[in-house]
């Protein structure tokens, strides 16, 4: 069984890396599975950080700093899917309205610049907040009360 606290740094960002692409295939495209990996994600950047005694200050700002660096990836993998259909905004010829995404804005092209914005840069925000989440909840029972 694999273990994120005794794993190599590069081993458990490639492991990472290699789940998130495998979430992002599942959802075809859409983040749903990454933002739900964030929670195990969390436990386990908690769990790294808390493996030596240290003040609490410095584990919050490195379970910050692992978090945001486990979105940053995620908004990379998004930005390569979605960014090439930025070009469809500016094609008159474009069928917006037949794309296949939700017409939440009633409108083709802000449902679609909506959708683009959801994709690429809320998603990997949310990602960002269960990973948080993930790792509040497990400092809530290692971190000593004071």
């Given at each position: 069984?694999?273990?994120?606290?005794?794993l190599?740094?590069?081993?458990?960002l490639?492991?990472?890396?290699v789940?998130?692409v495998?979430?992002?295939?599942m959802?075809m495209g859409?983040?749903?599975?990454?933002?739900?990996?964030?929670?195990?994600?969390?436990?386990?950047?908690?769990?790294r950080?808390?493996?030596?005694?240290?003040?609490?200050r410095?584990?919050?700002?490195?379970?910050l700093?692992w978090?945001?660096?486990?979105?940053?990836?995620?908004l990379?993998?998004?930005?390569?899917?979605?960014?090439?259909?930025?070009?469809?905004?500016?094609?008159p010829?474009?069928?917006?309205?037949n794309?296949?995404?939700?017409?939440?804005?009633?409108?083709?092209?802000?449902?679609?610049v909506g959708?683009?914005?959801?994709?690429?840069?809320?998603?990997?925000?949310?990602?960002?907040?269960?990973?948080?989440?993930?790792?509040?909840?497990t400092?809530?029972?290692?971190?000593?009360?004071?």
């Open positions: 069984m694999l273990n994120p606290v005794t190599k740094t590069r081993l458990l490639l492991l990472y890396a789940l998130d495998i979430c992002v295939g959802g859409v983040p749903f599975f990454c933002i739900l990996l964030g929670l195990p994600v969390g436990w386990a950047i908690a769990m950080a808390t493996r030596t005694p240290r003040p609490a410095e584990v919050l700002g490195q379970v700093r978090a945001a660096l486990a979105s940053a990836f995620t990379l993998l998004m930005a390569l899917i979605w960014s090439r259909m930025v070009g469809m905004l500016f094609d010829a474009a069928d917006l309205a794309f296949g995404i939700p017409m939440i804005l009633y409108e083709p092209a802000a449902s679609f959708w683009l914005v959801l994709m690429v840069v809320i998603s990997p925000f949310l990602q960002f907040l269960m990973a948080l989440l993930g790792a509040h909840l400092l809530l029972r290692r971190l000593p009360a004071e």
